[in-house]
C-alpha cells in the first residue's frame, strides 16, 4: 500500500491520515487511484493545509462522502499552525481535529506514535468475535481489550501489530469462508473447534425515503439552477436542484414530470422523481451551472441528475 511508508519518512503522518480519511466507508481497491492521484497534487501535508476547499473537493470527486474531504483540509490546517505538523499524542487530542472518531485516532495513535491500542474496525471485531465465538453485538469490545491487554499488547511493535490485525481479517479471517486451515491462531479459535459456531444477525436494510426534485433549466444557455441551501443533513453543502422530501409520489403541479430514478447515499436508499421546468429567472438562493461543463465540484448524485436530463429537448 502506498500509505506504508517508512517509520522515518517524514511523509508517514500525512500519508497516514489522507489514507484513513479515504479509507472511511470504502474498499482499498477504489481508494488507490485517488490516493495517488491526491499525493501528485499535494505531495506533502504542507501543500494541503495551504489549498482550499475547491481543489480538495474536485480531487475528490466520485470518491463520494464528500465531508470527508473537507474535514481532512480542515485538520491538515490545524496540525499544521497548532501542533507543528505533528499528531497530538492523547486520544483525546487527536480526536479533537475534525472527522476523527474513535477507530480513526486509535490507528493514528497505534501508526504514528506506536502506542498500545487496538482500533476496532469490522474487521476486527469479526476476528475477536470468531475467537470467542459469540455474536459482535454481544460483545463490549473495548472490555474484551482491556481484560486481555497483557496478552495482546505484549510486544513493541504496536504499529504493525494493529496493521497485522486488519490484515489477518481481510486475508485470513474473511467475512465469508474463512482459511481455518491456513490459519496460525486456529488451536485457540473457539469457532473454529465449536460443533456450535455462532450466527451473525441480518443486515438491517437502509432506510428508504421519497423526493421530489426540481430542475429550473435555461434551455438557450444549456444551464441548470442548483443550490446547496436545503436542510437535507446527509446531502449538506451539496450543489441540487431544489429537493424536497415527500411521502410518496404527491401530484405536482406547474411542473413537466421526467423521470424516476433510485441512488443510494450514506446507508440511504432515495427514491427520485424528476420534474422540469424551463425559465431564464433563477430561484432564490441557487446558481446557473452549465449541464455539461462545470470547473466546480459536482457531487456524482447531482452529476447522475444531469445525466437523467440530457434527453429534454
Ligand atoms: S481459525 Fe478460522 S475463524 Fe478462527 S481465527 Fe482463524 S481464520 Fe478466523
Redesign the pocket.
Known sequence: MPWRVSKKSQNKLYYRLLSEFMLQQTQVKTVLPYFKNFVLNFPTLKSLSKSNEKKVLKLWEGLGYYRRARNLLATSKILVKKHEYKLPKTLVDIKKLPGIGDYTANALLAFIHNQPTIAIDGNVK??FS??INKNENKIDFNKLIEINKKSLFNTKRHSDFVEALME?GAL???PKE???L?????SI????KSDKKFKKNKRTKPEEKNYNIFCYIDKTKGKIALTNKHNLGFLKKFYLPPIKEVESKNKVINWNYHSKFKNSISNKKLNINLYYKFSSKIPLQSQWFSLKENNEFIPSFTKKIFKQLSNIN
Not at 491456513?182 to 486456529?186: A, R, W
Request: aromatic share 16%; proline share 5%; with cysteine.
Open positions: 469479526r476476528v470468531r475467537i489477518f485470513i479471517c474473511k474463512p482459511e481455518c491456513k490459519c496460525n491462531i486456529k479459535c473457539k469457532y473454529f
